[in-house]
């Protein structure tokens, strides 16, 4: 799924959209410690008031919110596992509601097998159908619209701690005193889950049964655990790892020390790719292997690359020199450059207009701007070198 998938199915999660339509929802409640499931309840969606609906549907676009590779993952399901959390799901999607519950309390016993939580959890499921208009209405020959869309079932899953309620004083309005709060019921975090996943996959317009969009709890830190023992996936790389990657085989091909404007023309290089695919509007998200690493080194003015010498440092690397890095993952946002004296945040593509020389003996930081500096009100004042 690239970013545009996801969004388009996020914001389908409002209040009486005849685009998501949510069939039923099933709560579990996980005890502490134990893992022992205390209670389940499974209902129509619409059967919730209004205010429940809402605080479900943010907690649901919660679960599909986040970066790619940094907190939204897209899972590949392994083949020949017994008793697989891929087919618990596919079957799930088609039964009746019954059946449906014990499917998705198979899941609830695969996530709590190993893993105990030092607080109640609720882990919560819901069925839907998610459409998508393919073709917009031609008012002339009045087709499209309605007529022409995409639309498949899904299986949503949020999981999600419990707090108890802080101590507080209340005023009561008839006996006008104030009285403690004795209110005990643990309050369900709906607003950071703690992980979940969506069920299939969507590219454009087709679901993949293969794949499972699975979201972390934090950035960068997906649960192995969750991934291999409950989802039963494939391992995976997160961005920041594949960047880090990354910056390991520049290291070997060009060395410790590199021009400003090399490490600028690699990352707009890059990001050249990123932009033409997007315009293209192409599902696959670009990668990179290593005969395009050694073409774009090539484009920014390193010396002395071969094929052979990138290929060596990708299999040193990443033990395979058929590697492909997601281009999506490896041009920071910024970059930042820290010293005892001053810290500059600057834009890839900026630094080409940094330098780092030596002036009487003293290392120091050369930044080309355009315009004045302007420092607590007053213009600084400008010396030539």
Request: contains cysteine; glycine residues 4%.
């Amino acid at each position: 799924m690239n970013k545009n998938d996801i969004a388009n199915i996020r914001k389908q999660f409002k209040l009486n959209n005849e685009r998501m339509r949510i069939r039923e929802i099933f709560n579990v409640y996980v005890k502490k410690e134990s893992g022992e499931i205390y209670h389940y309840f499974s209902q129509p969606f619409q059967m919730l008031d209004m205010e429940a609906q809402e605080i479900f549907l943010q907690n649901f676009k919660k679960i599909l919110t986040g970066n790619l590779d940094g907190k939204l993952f897209e899972l590949k399901f392994r083949r020949d596992v017994e008793d697989s959390t891929q087919q618990i799901l596919y079957e799930g999607l088609q039964m009746d509601s019954e059946d449906w519950k014990e499917n998705m309390l198979q899941i609830v016993e695969k996530m709590y097998a190993h893993k105990v939580y030092e607080f109640d959890t609720v882990v919560t499921f819901i069925r839907g159908e998610y459409s998508k208009f393919t073709k917009p209405r031609d008012h002339e020959s009045d087709f499209g619209g309605n007529d022409e869309r995409f639309s498949k079932e899904f299986i949503l899953c949020s999981l999600n701690k419990t707090d108890q309620p802080k101590k507080a004083l209340l005023f009561d309005y008839i006996e006008k005193i104030f009285k403690p709060n004795n209110v005990i019921d643990p309050i369900i975090n709906m607003a950071a889950p703690l992980s979940g996943f969506m069920f299939p996959a969507f590219n454009d317009n087709a679901a993949d049964v293969n794949h499972i969009l699975y979201r972390a709890g934090k950035e960068n830190e997906p649960d192995e655990r969750f991934i291999e023992e409950v989802l039963n996936c494939e391992d995976i790389i997160t961005a920041i790892e594949d960047k880090g990657s990354f910056e390991m085989v520049l290291n070997k091909v060009i060395g410790d020390e590199v021009e400003p404007r090399v490490i600028s023309s690699v990352y707009e290089e890059i990001d050249k790719l990123i932009q033409e695919n997007e315009e293209s509007e192409e599902s696959e998200v670009p990668k990179l292997d290593y005969q395009d690493v050694e073409r774009i080194l090539k484009v920014s003015g390193v010396e002395n690359v071969d094929t052979a010498k990138v290929e060596h440092a990708f299999k040193d690397v990443m033990a395979d020199e058929k590697h492909e890095f997601k281009a999506s993952s490896l041009v920071p946002k910024n970059i930042k450059i820290k010293t005892n004296v001053a810290s500059v945040t600057i834009n890839p593509k900026d630094l080409k207009n940094i330098k780092y020389i030596t002036y009487e003996g003293k290392r120091c930081l050369l930044v080309e701007i355009d315009e004045d500096v302007v420092i607590e009100g007053f213009r600084i004042e400008q010396e030539t070198l």
